[in-house]
């Protein structure tokens, strides 16, 4: 504004100069020149030497802008901008131009407004545009969040999409790792649930036909039903013990190991109607009672399986030991080996893999071994299961002793 303000002054000492007539105080011109009506944005003065106004414009205050000659800018009070120009050097005069206060605040102000509208604006569109970066940004973790809004680790399909970002590709990918290991454990206690309420039914359902035999019966039956219900009664601890076992197997087992022989395990195995032969014997450290455990779990699956005999047999190796069950049972159908072996690989317990072969499987495990059942012969009887344990390398010679003999129990 001052800069216009100036420019008006020149164009006006222009005029002035080009007319002298308008600065030489002749009485004929009046000191206000005429002029149609109009708003001035700025007025002007001639003053001469003594501060008296010659001429000015219609809406210029009669007296001097200036008591003393001024050159450039200067204020009048707090109304006027003014901006002097000396007019000739013979005859001093001054030409004021000067802008109202007023004037010069609503520019002001009309510009502080536009340039705070622009800036509004400006800052409107970029916050448009931020939301819109910054919702493009978020919209994998608004989809990834509905995604597992809606996933059941039960149900594959619903799992989370990886997408194409890294950071919801990792949390996706954590999420659907986390879900399958719920998934897994849910569907391990629901088997483990069903195979306990199965292998608990059969032991009490005897116990109590037993003691009901005893109690219509004669007298003289007493001992033998006394026995029978003893004998369930020593199953279904046998099946308690496996289950607490089974429920502890997350954890870690705490392995006792000792010397074990197979035929002294198999020795302390109450079974029944069942002819245990060990053709070979051996040797090796293992905690008894989890080996023991496992056998007697592979033993009751002989029974319930119509078995009437089980060959035992035990070898060596530089790296692990081998305990051989084969029983004379109905034996599975290739089908039923696929199924079971399907379930030993993902390691549930249900309709393919029964409580006994699951129980051998982490007692195998806990040993650093696994258990492994052979594909069956077209000709074969019964069926085979291989329960391996790992040796331990450092100074086997101390502790593995292979005896090779046969023996036989019976019951």
């Known amino acids: ?154 149900r594959p399909s619903t799992e989370p999409a990886q997408g194409q970002r890294e950071e919801t590709a990792a949390i996706s990918e954590a999420v659907c790792v986390l879900g399958r290991r719920l998934a897994h454990k849910v569907k391990s206690e629901q088997a483990f649930a069903a195979c306990a309420a199965h292998s608990l039914r059969t032991p009490l359902a005897g116990m109590d036909a037993q003691l009901a035999f005893a109690q219509r019966g004669p007298t003289s039956g007493v001992p033998h039903r006394l026995e029978r219900a003893r004998a369930a009664l020593t199953r279904l601890t046998r099946v308690v013990q496996s289950l607490l076992a089974l429920f502890r197997a997350g954890e870690d087992w705490g392995l006792e190991l000792r010397v074990c022989c197979l035929s002294a395990l198999v020795a302390d195995i109450p079974v029944e109607g069942l002819d245990v032969i060990v053709e070979e014997d051996v040797e090796f450290i293992a905690d008894p009672n989890l080996v023991t455990i496992a056998l007697v779990n592979l033993l009751d699956n002989a029974v319930r399986f119509n078995a009437r005999h089980v060959r035992l047999h035990g070898s060596i190796g530089p790296l692990n030991v081998c305990l051989r069950v084969q029983d004379d049972g109905d034996g599975v159908t290739e089908a039923r080996w696929h199924e079971v072996q399907g379930a030993l690989r993902v390691g549930e317990v249900g309709s393919g893999l029964g409580l006994g072969l699951r129980l051998a499987t982490l007692v195998a495990e806990a040993h650093g071994g696994k258990l492994e059942l052979p594909r069956p012969l077209p000709d074969q009887l019964g069926f085979l299961v291989e329960l391996w344990l790992s040796n331990q390398p450092a100074a086997p010679d101390a502790w593995v002793v292979a005896h090779r003999h046969s023996t036989t129990r019976s019951s």
């Open 1 to 154: 504004m001052d800069e216009a303000l100036r420019e008006a002054a020149e164009v006006m000492y222009g005029v002035l100069v080009t007319a002298p007539q308008l600065s030489d105080g002749a009485a004929s011109l009046p000191q206000v020149l005429p002029a149609p009506a109009h708003d001035e944005k700025f007025v002007w003065q001639i003053v001469d030497s003594r501060g008296q106004v010659i001429r000015r414009s219609h809406k210029a205050p009669a007296a001097s802008f200036s008591d003393v000659t001024q050159a450039e800018w200067f204020d009048h009070g707090s109304q006027w901008r003014v901006y002097g120009i000396p007019m000739v050097a013979s005859s001093p005069q001054m030409l004021y131009v000067a802008q109202v206060g007023n004037e010069r605040n609503e520019a002001r102000y009309e510009a502080i407004g536009t340039v705070l509208l622009a800036a509004l604006t400006v800052s409107l569109l970029w916050a448009a545009l931020l939301r819109q970066r910054v919702d493009r940004a978020l919209q994998p973790l608004v989809q990834l969040t509905r995604q597992i809004e809606t996933y059941d680790p039960l």
